[in-house]
């Protein structure tokens, strides 16, 4: 994805809630310090357009947290979700959003 963004192919939109998830999930499941957790809050900012969410919406009832995904790209006009997450690709769409894998994402933009 970052490679697309890049070469401009694609915009990357995140919410500060999901910078806010990303840096809590990266710091538990990989240990990263703050330091590490500055720089790649950072980057993400650089390569990404951040949004701030306007809208609430009760979409993922499995996993409300997964919500704000869906919010960011509402916001965004997105017309696409790309995640590994069970939850999210369960719903294949939402109001026009294709939920799509990165697999399925590449082999749609090749």
């Not at 990357?12 to 990989?30: G, H, T, Y």
Request: overall charge negative.
């Amino acid at each position: 994805m970052i490679d697309f963004a890049e070469e401009g192919l694609c915009e990357i939109a995140v919410s500060k809630d999901i910078i806010r998830e990303f840096m809590r999930v990266a710091k538990i499941q990989f240990g990263w310090g703050p330091e590490k957790s500055t720089a790649a809050e950072g980057i993400l900012r650089q390569l990404c357009t951040v949004v701030n969410p306007a809208v609430r919406v009760r979409v993922v009832k499995q996993d409300p947290d997964d919500d704000r995904i869906i919010e960011c790209a509402l916001e965004a006009k997105s017309g696409y979700i790309i995640t590994g997450d069970k939850h999210l690709l369960d719903l294949n769409e939402y109001k026009a959003i294709k939920i799509l894998t990165l697999a399925q994402f590449i082999k749609f933009m090749v």
